[in-house]
């Protein structure tokens, strides 16, 4: 039973460049969350997607945007880079009708933008 | 503005002695959650919070959540250096389906 997968591990950007990171949730899991972890730092919310909508979202600006497919895969969009984006990005999927609803973190998307 | 408190930020501790973890909302909390994230890995679900006062264990690790739903702490007995690792809770709002991490305790175990 594969876990939570992200891809790609790391990356490497410039200013004002744009990124695309992807997310495949554990398997039987329909929620996927996207967090920002900056060194040091806990986890901070960026959106949530269920049923292909984005349900929840945090306080991130528009230049954060994603996607969730039928197969319940996600995306993660960043426009405009900034230097101050450089962090470690999770997924997390959960199972959204589940009494707990514990979060599966994936390995994360180490991005440095230079 | 912050919206979960963690405390303290680090805590170094001989192998053998204890160790707590306190976390603190401004708002009252529908659940707590608490993670353990090892160096260079990430965060790994420990527990769930839901019920006023509510007291779980498991093995050496015990964890409370507050009468007011505001506050959670986490406590090992007789650390190891196994333990060692960065330990974040996690409130979700009423109201709000989304969790706010506090900004962790990290723990190192000197063997």
């Known amino acids: 039973d594969a876990g939570v997968t992200q891809s790609p591990t790391h990356l490497i950007k410039t200013r004002g460049q744009q990124v695309t990171l992807r997310c495949s949730p554990k398997?039987?899991?329909?929620?996927v969350s996207w967090y920002q972890q900056a060194l040091g730092q806990g986890p901070q919310f960026i959106f949530q997607y269920y049923e292909e909508e984005e349900r929840q979202r945090g306080n991130f600006p528009d230049r954060f945007s994603g996607h969730q497919f039928p197969n319940y895969s996600s995306e993660l969009n960043v426009n405009a880079l900034l230097l101050g984006d450089s962090a470690l990005y999770l997924c997390a999927s959960s199972l959204r009708l589940a009494g707990v609803n514990e979060q599966f973190f994936g390995p994360g998307t180490r991005l440095t933008v230079l | 503005g912050q919206q979960v408190m963690q405390i303290p930020q680090y805590q170094h501790v001989q192998e053998g002695e204890d160790f707590t973890t306190y976390c603190n909302s401004s708002?009252?909390?529908?659940?707590i959650q608490w993670y353990k994230q090892r160096p260079g890995g990430h965060p790994v679900f420990l527990i769930q919070?839901?019920?006023?006062?509510e007291v779980k264990k498991q093995k050496r690790l015990t964890f409370q959540f507050g009468e007011a739903k505001k506050n959670s702490s986490l406590h090992i007995t007789a650390t190891q250096t196994t333990d060692v690792g960065t330990y974040f809770c996690a409130g979700l709002m009423y109201n709000f389906n989304k969790f706010y991490f506090g900004s962790g305790t990290k723990l190192n175990v000197k063997p």
């Open positions: 708002t009252t909390l529908s659940n």
């Open positions: 919070l839901v019920k006023s006062g």
């Open positions: 398997s039987g899991h329909d929620t």
